[in-house]
């Protein structure tokens, strides 16, 4: 079974302040790929990063980035001098026998 | 312009009318799907469609009638639908979709911006 767990549910920081979203995943696959979306008030889910299991580099772009660790099954996410507009709900997934989400971290950033 | 557009983004609706949603896609994929996001829950996946074909149908109740008639269209029938089916309605895209039992293919999903339902 795949489950994707990210047990904050809401994070409020102060602008300029990094916040880091917590992502932990189970497979039983060996071969499996990770993601982030961004969804906006608005609605959409937009897509941020996808990462597979054999590439464990840690990943950088702009203010955001990733750190994939195996050993512990996670793929933590940080933003780095957080924005206002930064302020969404952050869904870490898994896609591996079936796409999986997880529950999602409501990120506020205060001005 | 997002690569996948979904109509209306607002609907209201009462118990006893028949709307559709709209789903079209311009990124060239084979697979579309339905998620349904309500509040306080995790986002549920409704329907999968593979080259025009659904594959995957996760225990939706019949007042919810998907349709597929291209690869890039995707409609969602909804009657006689009750006050807690309101939610976001999520429509996405992906190049395919494995069989069960497949070996992932690691595709992106992409999603629309919602349809936004209220049943009153």
């Known amino acids: 079974a795949q489950k994707v767990t990210q047990a904050q549910t809401e994070i409020s920081v102060v602008e300029k302040e990094d916040v880091t979203l917590d992502c932990v995943y189970e497979?039983?696959?060996?071969?499996?790929?990770l993601f982030w979306y961004k969804q906006p008030p608005s609605g959409e889910l937009v897509f941020l990063i996808r990462?597979?299991?054999?590439?464990?580099q840690n990943e950088i772009s702009g203010r955001y980035s990733w750190n994939f660790q195996k050993s512990t099954s996670s793929f933590n996410f940080t933003i780095t001098a957080s924005q206002v507009v930064d302020s969404a709900v952050y869904f870490c997934a898994l896609n591996g026998q079936n796409f999986v989400f997880g529950p999602g971290t409501r990120l506020s950033v205060l001005p | 312009e997002t690569g996948v557009t979904q109509t209306p983004r607002h609907l209201v609706m009462g118990m006893t009318n028949k709307k559709s949603l709209k789903c079209e896609q311009h990124?060239?994929?084979?697979?579309m799907y339905w998620y349904k996001q309500s509040a306080k829950k995790p986002l549920e996946l409704m329907f999968v469609y593979n080259f025009k074909e659904q594959t995957e149908n996760n225990s939706v109740p019949s007042r919810f009638s998907p349709e597929c008639p291209n690869s890039s269209h995707l409609f969602l029938h909804l009657h006689t639908l009750q006050p807690e089916d309101s939610a976001l309605y999520l429509c996405?895209?992906?190049?395919?979709?494995?069989?069960?039992?497949?070996?992932?293919?690691?595709?992106?999903?992409?999603f629309g911006e919602g349809s936004w339902l209220t049943v009153v």
């Open positions: 497979t039983r696959d060996t071969t499996y790929y």
């Open positions: 996405a895209s992906s190049q395919d979709r494995p069989a069960a039992g497949g070996l992932s293919s690691g595709n992106t999903i992409y």
């Open positions: 990124l060239g994929h084979n697979a």
């Open positions: 990462r597979n299991s054999f590439d464990e």
